[in-house]
């Protein structure tokens, strides 16, 4: 796209127009498409060109890494989450026998928050309904 826009602005009574179009891209169409990229100084359309043609290979490994790195931290958290649930219902499961399936469900939903304010009520609970009702 950026090439075919070049050649069709390539003549000198197009000067304007081609810096009127590089502020464009520096100004509008980039930081929307890539926040926070430094762009260099660049007031042609051809250094244009080929500044994008080298960043854009470095955003891509750079937006490849920062969506491996909050997969990991997503899938850390949630192995976290499903650790806590398995503990709470063993724990559950030696307190109070087998968990009826409205336990189980509440435990399958539980947010972390919930999870923690059950795992302090196993201590005190009498029952499982106290111990799974609702978070204060």
Do not use: Y
């Not at 891209?25 to 660049?42: C, D």
């Not at 994008?52 to 997503?74: D, F, M, S, Y």
């Amino acid at each position: 796209m950026l090439a075919s826009l070049i050649g069709w602005l390539a003549t000198p009574e197009q000067d304007s127009l081609r810096r009127a179009f590089v502020v464009w891209l520096k100004r509008v169409l980039l930081p929307a498409r890539v926040p926070g990229a430094e762009l260099p100084n660049i007031n042609d359309l051809q250094e244009m060109r080929a500044m994008l043609a080298e960043r854009v290979k470095t955003w891509i490994e750079e937006w490849k890494q920062q969506g491996l790195e909050q997969g990991i931290k997503e899938g850390i958290e949630k192995g976290l989450s499903q650790g806590e649930i398995r503990l709470l219902r063993r724990q559950l499961v030696r307190r109070f026998g087998a968990l009826p399936a409205w336990a189980e469900a509440c435990l399958d939903q539980a947010s972390e928050a919930e999870l923690e304010i059950w795992a302090d009520r196993i201590l005190d609970g009498e029952t499982l309904k106290e111990v799974l009702r609702e978070p204060i």
